[in-house]
């Protein structure tokens, strides 16, 4: 072992991690001992915590925008939010909210992008993965028309 960081108390189930080279710190989205999803951002250059935010309705496996500027946070299968959260990775606010299906699980923004969203909704939305665009606050659906935020 090189080191031991000691990050938040009363972490109860980590969903997610995600880290930006370009500056420095990773977010890591859990569910505290009390059942609230939860995001937090260390500084990987001095292991301190810049910020822990309770995020509503929940959280699950978040993903970051290559110049480590906005979070896209889902809501966690396990909830009815039609929507996921985009934060601002340097503070936590919550920026916009992308409205699609319900149950929203992983996002996944590969280095090539785009953003993909998956849902595990049973009402047949979670027949698609979804393709967000990230410099709009609109998932695109095959098949069908954008919805708004």
Same mark, same amino acid.
């Given at each position: ?89 340097? %503070? *936590?606010? $919550? ?8 149950? +929203?699980?992983?996002? !996944? @923004?590969?280095? %090539? *992008?785009? $953003? ?8 047949? +939305?979670?027949?698609? !993965? @979804? ?19």
């Amino acid at each position: 072992m090189i080191k031991t960081i000691h990050t938040v108390a009363g972490v109860g189930d980590v969903r997610g991690v995600a880290a930006s080279a370009v500056t420095g710190r990773l977010y890591v989205a859990y569910i505290d001992a009390f059942g609230t999803g939860m995001v937090y951002c260390l500084n990987i250059y001095d292991a301190t915590i810049l910020w822990n935010r309770s995020i509503s309705p929940g959280v699950d496996r978040l993903a970051i925008k290559l110049n480590g500027q906005l979070l896209y946070v889902p809501t966690w299968e396990g909830g009815s939010a039609d929507y996921i959260n985009v934060l601002d990775a340097n %503070s *936590g606010e $919550i920026v916009r909210k992308v409205h699609f299906s319900n149950r +929203s699980h992983d996002t !996944l @923004y590969p280095l %090539s *992008g785009p $953003i993909f969203q998956e849902t595990k909704a049973n009402d047949g +939305s979670s027949n698609y !993965l @979804y393709l967000i665009d990230p410099t709009e606050a609109y998932p695109v659906v095959p098949g069908s028309s954008t919805f708004s935020v």
